[in-house]
């Protein structure tokens, strides 16, 4: 299987202003085109030997493959998360004015 020229990557946080300072962040540092922040999800989850349940905002961002791991390390660095949820989906197919868009919109800016 080819590896897709586009992915869909999913994290969460724990408020919504949070969220928008990833999305924000990302987006300005072109590693992700969009990014779409969901209301507030219900999450259960193991955490240190107990189950939890909490609230969250979902973001998925739209970038590139050739970008993946420069927004997993920003996502890294910029959450505050110890261990946050990044997980990219492959987008096996899309419009091609939006995925040609997507490409625009997280090419590195060259300086000349």
Do not use: F
Not at 54 to 72: G, I, M, P, S, V
């Amino acid at each position: 299987m080819t590896t897709p020229a586009w992915l869909a990557v999913l994290t969460t946080t724990d408020s919504e202003e949070k969220a928008r300072i990833l999305a924000r962040g990302a987006v300005e540092a072109r590693l992700a085109a969009c990014v779409q922040i969901s209301a507030p999800v219900t999450s259960v989850y193991r955490w240190q030997n107990a189950v939890e349940t909490t609230e969250e905002w979902q973001l998925l961002l739209k970038t590139t493959a050739e970008r993946y791991d420069e927004l997993q390390a920003y996502i890294e660095e910029a959450h505050d998360y110890e261990t946050p949820e990044i997980i990219a989906l492959p987008v096996l197919r899309g419009s091609a004015r939006y995925l040609g868009w997507v490409s625009a919109q997280t090419a590195p800016v060259t300086s000349l």
